[in-house]
């Protein structure tokens, strides 16, 4: 009996984009032959270097550009269709609103456009904007917002519809650590939703917390592509951590593992992370005070 | 909501969510407050010319002179709240967001016109409200001072003012759609607002090289000019001033006619730039 196969939320085949640079003919390869899956219910982080490609995939994925060669289908639908946009929600890198419009007014305009029935549409307003915790700067302008406001007030306007497929380009980008660690925090509770999201970030800690798979796209090339533990989790290692051993102590240790067959490779202080450290020692505002 | 996909038909009610932002964002703006401040002053002004005190001509002349603060104030406002207001949104990158939604290029163009085009369209109300304030108020006061040239009632028609007040917002509109095909292809504001007055001085002055060359030029170039003629605009349709006020009073046919004309144009260049706008990369 066979697994049956997991159903995707993006299927992305033999994609290539060229964008013209001159009238003779010569062209940027954005995109370079990429073909991906994304399954549905898992956090999927797409990586790469500056330049790699990973804007203009997801430009692609929300039809905002065509492939010139390809396909990209979002839930069995052709990406360039506007019903492939129904259960897609989007935030953009450094997301810019409507200044005059208040955070209420914002996540309400997009519902609207997302055609979220006017009945549900004030409840599913605040509600998303409780669960970003903005709710004490709902009434304000999104002209005084700091970054990881914007970014919270983004991800709300990117929810309000309950999509099926977040997509999050550079969720973190200007963003403090401490509105960074809750941005994570958001995308892990996304993921106990059910929803599939679709991450690129420069920050590889934070793709390393929250990501089931990852892809690696170098000048428009897929070079890396797996499950998080099997890309960085070292198979048939193992590490032991311990209250400190005196230097008698680690020989004898040293000799009864050489007497069953194993190494001590390394002893060395564990550390904790820096973001960690930082999260620890630094106060965490209200929810929707300024940060 | 979390549905199985179906097909997203064209739809009037999101065309109108764009269009009441473009409105809203367009009115907290400060260009539109100060071109409207300054067409109202200029309007307003208007009533100075009382010392002039030439009876009914100087209602001619007020007249006249507020639909010409109308309509250099009107054509900067629709050019410029045009281009800004679409461009604000490719620039800003609020465009990225909107369209990652499920709406049609087409709505979103509509929408941003729509939204412009009632922006003007106060624009025009107000300056023709206040217009047909000042003219009935001064026609009082002359009527006062000279009963014997009003022995047969007023001369202004004021029906035909709020007419003509009209027939400004369709041209316009017709110059925002122009405005709108231009920014759709354009990848500055500034390339917009230059082309856009470029075309309105070639809409208001198209119809002399047509007359002109319809009399002396030869076959080709005659049909030329006329094909040139088809595809810009004659403003001058528009200027019926001198049917209005003391005249015989406004064709109806000819009102209907005009109005005609302005929607065939808003249509051709609305499609022309949604044609544009949906292979534009964002």
Redo the contacts between chains.
Sequence with gaps: MTNPTPPVAIEIRDLTKDFPLTLRGIKLRAVDNLTLSVPEGQVFGLMGPNGSGKSTTI?II?????PTVGECKV???PSGR???????G?L?E?????R??SGTELVR??G?????PRKRLDDRVKEVIDWVGLSGAAHRRVGTYSKGMLQRI?LA?ALV????LI?LDEPTAGVDPVGSAEISELILKLKTQGKTVLITSHLLAQIEDVCDRVAILDKGKLILEGNMNDLVGQRGRQALIVDPLTPDQLAELRVWLKERGHALDSVEQPRARLDQLFLSRVSRAPKGENK | MSTATVGVPFSISRLLIVAGNTFLEAVRQKLFNFLLLLAIGLVASAQFFQEFNFGSSELKFISDFGFGAMVFFGSTLTIAATAQLFFSEIENRTALTILAKPIWRTEFIFGKFVGVFAVVGVFCALTTLLLVGLLYHRENAIMALHPDAFEHGRVIHYGDLLVMGVLQWLKFGVLAAITLFIASFSNTNLYTVVMSFFMLVICHLQYLAHDAYAQVASLPLRLLVRVLSYIFPNFQLFNLTDQIGIGAGLDSGLVLRVAGYAAIYIAVFGGLAVYSFRSREI
């Design positions: 430009k929300l039809g905002l550009l065509d839930f069995g639908v506007v019903d492939s946009r129904l259960n897609v989007y953009p450094a997301p810019y609103f409507y005059y419009l305009f997009y609207r456009i997302c055609g979220v983004g306007q519809h309950d999509p099926r997509i």
